[in-house]
Antibody, heavy 117, light 107 residues
């Protein structure tokens, strides 16, 4: 059974940093591109970032480009999202999902990031 | 940037057919995926590559895509189908794009 488990969310002040993790199990992690998607309270889904299987290709939404960095450790079956210079509008539930340019069958349950003073 | 437009809401009586549209320029040339999201839950893939269903998704869920509109059709709607539905595509210039979502209400 494929499982994706996000962690690392929490309350952070504007301008602060946070690193999210997504631990994967039940799949050959290194064989798949992975993505982060967020959902602000009461709002729709917003793509944040994706990374290729080997990590050599990274892709970002304009809203986070230059502030967020996606990475992965295939030896640990873990996906990361380093978030710097956080803003109030980054407040959301952050999901990791398996896939990038194709459909996303597997999603985690999300980790909540709240940016507030 | 590529934009996907969905109606904010669709209402349908139980047993009837719900159609949720997703509009985008020449969307017929792209692969469209649909997700169902119930309150407090992660999205669930219900249709991929325009019209295919993942294992475990009822045949009542179907999709089509042509021209500037993709459509998710839910036949014989049940109370349990009440949820938000999102379309998604990958675009070479905009990367991953989600529609704004449609709230399906079962009357």
């Amino acid at each position: 059974e494929v499982q994706l488990l996000e962690s690392g969310g929490g309350l952070v002040q504007p301008g602060g940093s946070l690193r999210l993790s997504c631990a994967a199990s039940g799949l050959t992690f290194s064989s798949y591109a992975m993505s982060w998607v967020r959902q602000a309270p009461g709002k729709g889904l917003e793509w944040v970032s994706s990374i290729s299987r080997g990590g050599g290709g990274t892709y970002y939404a304009d809203s986070v480009k230059g502030r967020f960095t996606i990475s992965r450790d295939n030896s640990k079956n873990t996906l990361y999202l380093q978030m710097n210079s956080l803003r109030a509008e980054d407040t959301a539930l952050y999901y990791c999902a398996k896939g990038y340019s194709s459909s996303w069958l597997y999603w985690g349950q999300g980790t909540l990031v709240t940016v507030s003073s | 940037s590529y934009v996907l437009t969905q109606p904010p809401s669709v209402s349908v009586a139980p047993g009837q057919t719900a159609r949720i549209t997703c509009g985008g320029t020449n969307i017929g040339s792209k692969s469209v995926h649909w997700y169902q999201q119930k309150p407090g839950q992660a999205p669930v893939l219900v249709v991929y590559d325009d019209s295919d269903r993942p294992s475990g998704i009822p045949e009542r869920f179907s999709g089509s895509n042509s021209g500037n509109t993709a459509t998710l059709t839910i036949s014989r709607v049940e109370a349990g189908d009440e949820a938000d539905y999102y379309c998604q595509v990958w675009d070479s210039t905009s990367d991953v794009v989600f529609g704004g979502g449609t709230k399906l209400t079962v009357l």
